[in-house]
């Protein structure tokens, strides 16, 4: 009996009797319908103009339904009194394609017309059958004349079935119920699940949401992993010669010092870009180009620049993206370079496009590189990706390291001014 009176049955039968409670508004206007080209038709009297305001029923909720916000109405009642299936989901939010419309009209009209079906005989049939239950035990009600039983007022067999088919009765209405509320679940994810324009806007939300931690974690690592290498170098230089130069100690803690006072304000910018959040997720982060020179004053490696062209030209977001190009490869040029060689940077600003070049020499026995670098420079090409630029690093043959990279710009320089 639990799949007739369970907690499910329950509350599946109460979810077909709100729907049929939605119905009486579109059903009274149906009997104004009906009455129109009927006059004098009572509608709630014989069945086949009962079944004609139902039709005329129907079709009005399915126009109403074609709004977007009745989608998640029907799948907030759906989920919390019909007990669809957990694993097909249905769809979160409005109904905005034309599809996901016409599932939810074809959804509302299922569910007012089991509804209004499996309410019609609830308020009908429970009470007739509780008085067919009763006519062994009251004989006025046998006797009413509000009541048809003539048949079986001088047949005491038939007085004796009575409360077996009163109960036969409820049974197959609870039957009728459950199989109307089964049917509805089973539809739910159909109608109500999400289409596959819904699909596609979820998959494009988490590609933003990723897109948005990727970004995070590009300048986490080139901002502190960046502070952090030059610190360990730093460290590292300061313990060597704490008691044969006490002077160069002094200095090698003073730029721990700024290093480390630097990249806070730089993680304060990073973490504003967290709380930023979706709002401005292509909004530039940190530093750009007109703050390279600090950049390579207390990068910790000796650099030639060179400059073609005018960096602070160069738009924000691109010049936010080729500041931390240029850190990363100075950070590798730290950790991998040959000691006290210099590195070489070349930028040139043309009119169309801006170049990055960053060569530094490889110790004498430098270990085989790792296939498509580290997480450093898989950001670079990542950035650079994200701007519709190239980026490529690698040894040479003539013992550099080169780290390259091509940025479009949006127009020409004047135009940019």
Same mark, same amino acid.
């Given at each position: 009996?639990?799949?007739?009176?369970?907690?499910?049955?329950?509350?599946?039968?109460?979810?077909?009797?709100?729907?049929?409670?939605?119905?009486?508004?579109?059903?009274?206007?149906?009997?104004?319908?009906?009455?129109?080209?009927?006059?004098?038709?009572?509608?709630?009297?014989?069945?086949?103009?009962?079944?004609?305001?139902?039709?005329?029923?129907?079709?009005?909720?399915?126009?109403?339904?074609?709004?977007?916000? =009745?989608?998640?109405?029907?799948?907030?009642?759906?989920?919390?009194?019909? @007990?669809?299936?957990?694993?097909?989901?249905? #769809?979160?939010?409005?109904?905005?394609?034309?599809?996901?419309?016409?599932?939810?009209?074809? /959804?509302?009209?299922?569910?007012?017309?089991?509804?209004?079906?499996?309410?019609?005989?609830?308020? =009908?049939?429970?009470?007739? #059958?509780?008085?067919?239950?009763?006519?062994?035990?009251?004989?006025?009600?046998? *006797?009413?004349?509000? /009541?048809?039983?003539?048949?079986?007022?001088?047949?005491? /067999?038939?007085? *004796?079935?009575?409360?077996?088919?009163?109960?036969?009765?409820?049974? =197959?209405?609870?039957?009728?119920?459950?199989?109307?509320? #089964?049917?509805?679940?089973?539809?739910?994810?159909?109608?109500?699940?999400?289409?596959?324009?819904?699909?596609? *806007?979820?998959?494009?939300?988490?590609?933003?949401?990723?897109?948005?931690?990727?970004?995070?974690?590009?300048?986490?690592?080139?901002?502190?992993?960046?502070?952090?290498?030059?610190?360990?170098?730093?460290?590292?230089?300061?313990? +060597?010669?704490?008691?044969?130069?006490?002077?160069?100690?002094?200095? #090698?803690?003073?730029?721990?010092?700024?290093?480390?006072?630097?990249?806070?304000?730089?993680?304060?910018?990073?973490?504003?870009?967290? +709380?930023?959040?979706?709002?401005?997720? @292509?909004?530039?982060?940190?530093?750009?180009?007109?703050?390279?020179?600090?950049?390579?004053? +207390?990068?910790?490696?000796?650099?030639?620049?060179?400059?073609?062209?005018?960096?602070?030209?160069?738009?924000?977001?691109?010049?936010?993206?080729?500041?931390?190009?240029?850190?990363?490869?100075?950070?590798?040029?730290?950790?991998?370079?040959?000691? @006290?060689?210099?590195?070489?940077?070349?930028?040139?600003?043309?009119?169309?496009?801006?170049?990055?070049?960053?060569?530094?020499?490889?110790?004498?026995?430098?270990?085989?590189?790792?296939?498509?670098?580290?997480?450093?420079?898989?950001?670079?090409?990542?950035?650079?990706?994200?701007?519709?630029?190239?980026?490529?690093?690698?040894?040479?043959?003539?013992?550099?390291?080169?780290?390259?990279?091509?940025?479009?710009?949006?127009?020409?320089?004047?135009?940019?001014?």
């Amino acid at each position: 009996m639990t799949p007739l009176i369970g907690r499910r049955a329950r509350l599946r039968w109460l979810h077909l009797i709100i729907g049929g409670a939605l119905l009486m508004p579109y059903f009274l206007v149906g009997t104004v319908v009906v009455s129109l080209y009927a006059p004098g038709t009572d509608v709630f009297g014989p069945l086949p103009a009962t079944f004609s305001a139902f039709g005329y029923a129907l079709p009005m909720a399915a126009l109403t339904a074609l709004l977007p916000t =009745a989608r998640p109405l029907s799948v907030a009642a759906a989920r919390a009194l019909c @007990d669809p299936a957990p694993d097909r989901p249905l #769809a979160d939010g409005p109904g905005r394609s034309r599809q996901a419309r016409v599932r939810t009209a074809a /959804w509302f009209t299922l569910h007012v017309g089991l509804g209004g079906v499996i309410s019609g005989m609830t308020l =009908a049939l429970v009470p007739f #059958a509780l008085c067919v239950m009763a006519l062994p035990l009251f004989p006025a009600l046998r *006797a009413s004349d509000d /009541w048809n039983f003539d048949a079986v007022r001088d047949q005491p /067999w038939l007085l *004796a079935l009575a409360p077996p088919a009163g109960a036969a009765m409820l049974v =197959a209405l609870a039957c009728c119920a459950a199989a109307a509320g #089964a049917l509805l679940a089973g539809r739910a994810p159909v109608l109500l699940g999400p289409t596959p324009d819904d699909r596609l *806007a979820a998959a494009e939300r988490r590609a933003a949401e990723l897109a948005v931690r990727n970004r995070l974690a590009r300048e986490l690592h080139d901002s502190v992993g960046h502070a952090l290498s030059a610190v360990t170098l730093q460290a590292g230089a300061a313990r +060597r010669v704490l008691d044969s130069d006490p002077g160069f100690a002094r200095q #090698a803690l003073t730029a721990i010092e700024e290093t480390t006072r630097r990249t806070v304000g730089e993680l304060d910018a990073v973490l504003g870009l967290l +709380r930023q959040g979706a709002d401005d997720p @292509d909004g530039p982060a940190g530093p750009g180009l007109d703050a390279l020179g600090g950049l390579l004053a +207390r990068c910790g490696v000796p650099v030639r620049y060179e400059a073609d062209g005018d960096p602070g030209t160069v738009p924000g977001p691109v010049s936010a993206e080729a500041y931390r190009i240029v850190q990363e490869g100075l950070s590798n040029a730290l950790r991998h370079g040959a000691a @006290d060689a210099p590195a070489r940077l070349r930028i040139g600003v043309g009119p169309r496009e801006l170049t990055i070049v960053l060569d530094s020499a490889l110790p004498p026995h430098a270990p085989p590189a790792r296939p498509g670098g580290g997480r450093g420079l898989t950001g670079v090409t990542e950035r650079a990706l994200l701007l519709g630029g190239t980026a490529g690093a690698g040894p040479r043959d003539d013992g550099v390291w080169r780290l390259s990279a091509r940025l479009p710009l949006p127009g020409p320089a004047k135009e940019r001014r």
